[in-house]
């Protein structure tokens, strides 16, 4: 019935409660913040026979909520059948886990609005992210180009020459910058990168690839050309 009949005190820290206040409430439903949680907490254990860190708040002793994982197991306590519970705190982590979602938006929101064309690709060089500038410069979307390698837009000649270059970076694992590669737009006409990368690793410090900007320099390149072929 959710009465409260035995519990450590790591039940008190969360809610900022002392021994007594839980002596006054008695029934663990007064704990939850919203009763309809508690509802389907307990039709997931009628179904199941278990709960394991299901997501609840709970109130504090204030009428606040914190967040929660609880964890539901039948047993016999005293010779009776009970429900024992086990709940973390999480709030904190929670509060962790949005920063981190506000953090990543901000800067997914500046890769967009960048206007270079911002990369990742695996060992073999194949791309695995892309921010949209590549349909500006290129002329494919996204998701044309993942899977793909750099190599693949480029004439021949300049794909074997670039591909020469990235094995011995792979190999190096060290940063680059200033990289001038020509391409193919879609469309088919060249259009000349300045490329700049660094290494990515994992936590243990394996190689994984690279993550890097293209800037389109076509327009710079053509004037360097012209004022050579003036002088």
């Known amino acids: 019935n959710g009465n409260l009949i035995d519990f450590n005190e790591a039940i008190l820290k969360p809610g900022e409660y002392v021994p007594e206040d839980i002596f006054k409430i008695k029934n663990i439903k007064k704990l939850y913040y919203d009763q309809k949680a508690r509802d389907d907490v307990l039709a997931r254990l009628n179904k199941q026979g278990f709960v394991d860190r299901a997501e609840v708040q709970f109130r504090r002793k204030d009428g606040r909520p914190y967040d929660c994982l609880l964890s539901l197991r039948p047993i016999a306590y005293k010779e009776k059948p009970c429900?024992?519970?086990?709940?973390?705190?999480v709030t904190r982590l929670k509060e962790i886990e949005k920063l981190l979602w506000d953090t990543r938006e901000r800067f997914l929101s500046l890769v967009e609005t960048t206007s270079?064309?911002?990369?990742?690709?695996?060992?073999?060089?194949?791309?695995?992210?892309?921010?949209?500038?590549?349909?500006?410069?290129?002329?494919?979307?996204?998701?044309?180009?993942?899977?793909?390698?750099?190599?693949?837009?480029?004439?021949?000649?300049?794909?074997?020459?670039?591909?020469?270059?990235?094995?011995?970076?792979?190999?190096?694992?060290?940063?680059?910058?200033?990289?001038?590669?020509?391409?193919?737009?879609?469309?088919?006409?060249?259009?000349?990168?300045?490329?700049?990368?660094?290494?990515?690793?994992?936590?243990?410090?394996?190689?994984l690839g690279y993550r890097g900007i293209d800037r389109d320099i076509t327009k710079r390149k053509q004037a360097e050309q012209d004022l050579e072929q003036n002088n």
């Open 116 to 207: 270079d064309w911002i990369w990742e690709v695996d060992r073999t060089g194949g791309y695995i992210f892309s921010n949209q500038k590549v349909k500006d410069i290129l002329g494919y979307d996204r998701q044309e180009v993942i899977g793909k390698k750099p190599f693949d837009f480029m004439p021949p000649n300049e794909a074997q020459k670039v591909a020469k270059i990235f094995r011995k970076l792979s190999k190096s694992c060290k940063a680059f910058s200033g990289m001038e590669n020509i391409n193919l737009h879609k469309d088919g006409h060249e259009v000349v990168l300045e490329t700049s990368g660094v290494p990515v690793f994992d936590e243990k410090g394996e190689y």
């Open 83 to 89: 429900t024992q519970a086990i709940v973390q705190d």
